[in-house]
């Protein structure tokens, strides 16, 4: 494997709507619709990208059949400092489920649950 090993992700969710609101929060980020045209019955809204930077987007999804929560893939959403994000996810509805803390050299992270039951993690090198 000669490139990074992540190349998108999808983080599933049962309310699209509620679940826009809460990432756009605690990220302050805007996210763009997503249409596939081949199937009008699954819904994703894109993170935005910059194809010519580090990293991998991802979407959210809404598809019938498949729930929220309780997969056993972790995002981390890379931050200044995860803290900030940290200290906006219970007012944005979702829950802390660790506090910052330090991961040595590779700096610090952050776990918390969204608005749908999924776990994902916050990172920062501050």
Not at 29 to 37: A, Q
Not at 44 to 51: E, I, Q, R, T, V
Not at 70 to 75: R, V
Not at 89 to 105: C, D, L, T, Y
């Amino acid at each position: 494997m000669s490139d990074n090993p992540v190349v998108w992700f999808e983080i599933y969710v049962d309310q699209m709507a509620r679940a826009r609101k809460f990432y756009e929060t605690v990220l302050g980020v805007h996210l763009e619709l997503l249409s596939n045209p081949e199937d009008s019955s699954v819904e994703m809204l894109s993170f935005p990208a910059d194809m010519d930077k580090y990293g991998a987007t991802g979407a959210l999804v809404r598809m019938e059949g498949f729930a929220a929560g309780g997969n056993s893939t972790l995002i981390y959403f890379s931050c200044e400092d995860c803290a900030v994000q940290e200290s906006i996810v219970n007012a944005a509805g979702g829950r802390v489920q660790k506090a910052k803390m330090s991961i040595g050299e590779y700096g610090f992270i952050s776990l918390a649950m969204d608005t749908e039951g999924n776990m994902f993690g916050l990172h920062s090198m501050n």
